[in-house]
């Protein structure tokens, strides 16, 4: 005898069919991108620090809190949001798409570089002078990474770059002479 939801619901083919519409469906409620697992709510992370740099040319106090920003991975950021799916969101990062995981993760690193190297190169800026240009190449090369990101979580990956991160890094944050 068939079990009724089979009987109801076709083929054993069919069952997974739907259940698999109806795990897309709670992802997507959830802003987490079916087809990856992914949610751009991590990239918020990332987009503070962006607007602390902005910040920086009319708000040189800025700086204090960019230096209490802190590196957070996928799973520690949903663990301390108010995201509203956050088990969702670390559940489906769990069995997301290994290959975007892995790209998002690069990315985050890069990222996290990024800003690393910009808090330290205006620690080391002891004048000031060069602060709003160490902030704006900082601020667009972060942009690129958050973008790239965004297509990784979104299955529209772009391009990587062949540069290793700290290759493209150093060219960023260096200064014109």
């Known amino acids: 005898m068939r079990h009724p939801i089979c009987a109801v619901a076709g083929p054993d083919t069919d069952l997974k069919s739907e259940v698999a519409a109806a795990a897309a469906a709670r992802l997507a409620d959830a802003h987490i991108n079916p087809s990856t697992g992914l949610a751009t709510d991590y990239l918020n992370h990332f987009n503070e620090a962006i607007m602390l740099l902005e910040m920086l040319r009319e708000c040189p106090e800025c700086l204090d809190d960019l230096r209490t920003w802190r590196p957070r991975g996928y799973r520690e950021h949903f663990q301390q949001s108010n995201f509203k799916a956050r088990e969702l969101a670390i559940a489906a990062y769990d069995s997301a798409d290994p290959v975007a995981r892995d790209m998002l993760n690069a990315l985050a690193g890069t990222m996290t570089t990024v800003i690393e190297h910009a808090r330290a190169r205006l620690d080391s800026d002891a004048g000031g002078d060069n602060a709003a240009i160490i902030a704006d190449r900082a601020t667009a090369w972060l942009r690129l990474l958050v973008a790239q990101a965004g297509a ?13 991160p700290q290759d493209v890094i150093d060219r960023a944050m260096k200064l014109r002479a």
């Open 152 to 164: 990784v979580i979104n299955n529209q990956r772009l391009a990587m770059s062949d540069a290793p």
